[in-house]
T-cell receptor, first 112, second 115 residues
Framework: GNSVTQMEGPVTLSEEAFLTINCTYT??????LFWYVQYPGEGLQLLLK?????DKGSNKGFEATYRKETTSFHLEKGSVQVSDSAVYFC???????????FGKGTRLHILP | ETGVTQSPTHLIKTRGQQVTLRCSSQ?????VSWYQQALGQGPQFIFQ???????GRGNFPPRFSGLQFPNYSSELNVNALELDDSALYLC??????????????FGPGTRLTVT
């Protein structure tokens, strides 16, 4: 079945460091890909998305590129801030199917 | 524009009891999906409601059931609660028009603890 695998956390970085959180997917067909963020005590917020191969999603300095050849959608940010501390979920959904399949999440700690 | 709201925020129940969780969808949205997020895990799809009917279901037993009302709000009911049902329950609403479905917006969740 369709699934998402992302790097396990926690990931601890210093402020202004470069961030990469790896995500790979398995899907029959061509999914849409997402990164969601969950701040402490809050629900999920959509961070960015890409709906077809080679699309780049970006928001708040975060970027991810839909790579069909490597079935990957790695999240990157050039300079993280303490306020980026949260849990990040990679996810996919198939067209015409609203069910979202999530990875297990990666907890990110940014130290001042 | 009002976002997705859920009630209650927290709930403690005893094994074997029944629970009802509620979700009000975002204005203009006609579809509601429910997810279970166990501690340290990603959310798992329970089911989705569209036009008051179940429109897709994940790998959850029949004791998980739901309703959608004419105003598109929704309830999640869980019967015969088990300890493993302890989780954060998330509701998400979206707009479906014909063949197109749009972004799902999540509520803050209801934290259910079963003792």
């Amino acid at each position: 079945g369709n699934s998402v695998t992302q790097m396990e956390g926690p990931v601890t970085l210093s402020e202004e460091a470069f961030l990469t959180i790896n995500c790979t997917y398995t899907a029959t067909g061509y999914p849409s890909l997402f990164w969601y963020v969950q701040y402490p005590g809050e629900g999920l917020q959509l961070l960015l998305k890409a709906t077809k191969a080679d699309d780049k999603g970006s928001n708040k300095g975060f970027e991810a590129t839909y790579r069909k050849e490597t079935t990957s959608f790695h999240l990157e940010k050039g300079s993280v801030q303490v306020s980026d501390s949260a849990v990040y979920f990679c996810a996919l959904s198939m067209n015409r199917d609203d069910k979202i399949i999530f990875g297990k999440g990666t907890r990110l700690h940014i130290l001042p | 524009e009002t976002g997705v709201t859920q009630s209650p925020t927290h709930l403690i129940k005893t094994r074997g009891q029944q629970v009802t969780l509620r979700c009000s969808s975002q204005s203009g949205h006609n579809t509601v999906s429910w997810y279970q997020q166990a501690l340290g895990q990603g959310p798992q799809f329970i089911f989705q409601y569209y036009r008051e009917e179940e429109n897709g279901r994940g790998n959850f037993p029949p004791r998980f059931s739901g309703l959608q009302f004419p105003n598109y709000s929704s309830e999640l009911n869980v019967n015969a609660l088990e300890l493993d049902d302890s989780a954060l329950y998330l509701c998400a609403s979206s707009q479906v028009k014909g063949q197109f479905s749009y972004e799902q917006y999540f509520g803050p969740g209801t934290r259910l603890t079963v003792t």
